[in-house]
C-alpha cells in the first residue's frame, strides 16, 4: 500500500581536519599550542539512514506501552493504519491490497482503554464507517497487546456480526523524533503529479496544493503540524488545514472545503537493498470533515 512513495535525499555531513607546523630558528621548542575543545557537529543525521533505536524524544523513547502509530499487514489482504494517542484517543482505516478494490475498507476512531497491567484493551466509544456505507455505527471491541509490539483482538460495528481486529505491529515511525527541522522543506516527492505537495516552513506552517487529477480535486491548501503534546518530539502532531478550491474550467473541484483540523504522523518505510538500509518517509493526516468525523486522509511523500 505505501511502500510506493518516498523520495529520498541526502545531507552528507562533512568532517574537518586541520594541521599546523611550527618553526622557530631559536633552538628552544614552541610553546604548545592552546588546545582546542571539539566542536559539536551541527549538521543533522542523514534522513535517509535507516532507524535502528529510537531517537532522544520520540514516542518509542518516552511514550507509554499503547500510544504511536500502528501498522496492518493481515494473510487475507488488508492492510491498515492507526493512530493512538497517549490517553487513548485513536483513529485509523482499513485497505483491501487488491487494486481492483483499493477504497477504503474501514474508517474508525474512538476512546481506546488501554489496561497496561493485563495487556489488555477495550473501546469506551467510537464510530465506524465500512464501505461502501457513507454512514457511521457505533464501534465496540476488545483484545490484548504486548506493549510497543503487537496488538489484536475484535471490533462490532453496530449490530453487526463481529469482526477480526488486527493483528496491528508497533511501527518503526515510533522511533523517529519528529522536530522542525524534519518537518522543513518540501513534501509530495514523484507523487505530485498524482497527489499534489506541501512545502513546510521553520516554524512548522505549510501550503501547497493538490493534484486536479487527484481524488481530491484541485485545492490550494494551508495549515501547521504542531506537536500535540508541546515541547516533546513524539510522533503525534496537531493538524490544522484551510482549503480553497483552485479548479479551473474542466478540472474537478477541490473537495477538502469542510477540513479544517485532525492528527497526523510522519509514517516511515524502510528497506534493505544490496546489503545497505535505507528508509523514506511520507506525512499522513486523518482530517475531520464539518461534522467532526474522522472522514479524510492525506499523504505527502518525500
Known amino acids: 500500500m505505501r511502500r510506493r512513495w518516498g523520495w529520498r535525499w541526502r545531507r552528507i555531513s562533512a568532517f574537518r581536519c586541520s594541521t599546523r607546523a611550527h618553526y622557530r630558528n631559536s633552538p628552544e621548542p614552541a610553546p604548545a599550542p592552546a588546545p582546542v575543545p571539539p566542536q559539536e557537529s551541527t549538521t543533522p543525521a542523514d534522513p535517509t539512514a535507516c532507524i535502528t533505536a529510537p531517537q532522544p524524544g520520540s514516542t518509542a523513547d518516552i511514550g507509554n506501552a499503547y500510544e504511536g502509530v500502528w501498522y496492518q499487514n493481515t494473510k ?30 474501514s474508517t474508525f476512531y474512538g476512546a481506546f482503554n488501554f489496561d497496561v497491567p493485563n495487556s489488555s484493551w477495550q473501546i469506551g466509544s467510537g464510530k465506524v464507517s465500512v464501505y461502501p456505507a457513507s454512514t457511521w455505527a457505533s464501534l465496540s471491541g476488545s483484545g490484548t497487546f504486548v506493549p510497543k509490539t503487537t496488538l489484536d483482538g475484535s471490533y462490532t460495528a453496530g449490530a453487526a456480526t463481529a469482526k477480526t481486529f488486527g493483528p496491528w505491529s508497533y511501527q518503526v515511525a515510533n522511533s523517529l523524533a519528529v522536530d522542525s527541522a524534519l518537518l522543513t522543506g518540501a513534501w509530495g516527492g514523484y507523487m505530485s503529479q498524482i497527489v499534489g505537495s506541501i512545502t513546510v516552513a521553520s516554524d512548522r506552517s505549510f501550503t501547497g496544493s493538490t493534484a486536479p487529477a487527484s481524488p481530491l480535486g484541485a485545492c490550494a491548501l494551508s495549515g501547521s503540524f504542531l506537536p500535540r503534546e508541546p515541547g516533546t ?17 474542466g478540472q474537478t473541484s477541490c473537495a477538502m472545503l ?33 461534522d467532526g468525523n474522522y472522514r479524510a486522509t492525506m499523504s505527502f511523500p518525500k
Open 76 to 105: 487475507d489482504g488488508t492492510n491498515g493504519l492507526m493512530l493512538a494517542g497517549a490517553n487513548g484517543d485513536t483513529v485509523g482505516f482499513t485497505v483491501p491490497t487488491s487494486a481492483a478494490s483499493w477504497p477504503i475498507d
Open 233 to 249: 518530539s513524539k510522533n503525534n502532531l496537531a493538524v490544522t488545514l484551510k482549503a480553497t478550491n483552485s479548479a479551473t474550467s
Open 258 to 290: 469542510p477540513v479544517q483540523e485532525g492528527v497526523g504522523f510522519v509514517e516511515v518505510t524502510q528497506d534493505t537493498t544490496g546489503g545497505v538500509c535505507k528508509r523514506s518517509m511520507s506525512i499522513y493526516m486523518f482530517l475531520k470533515d464539518a
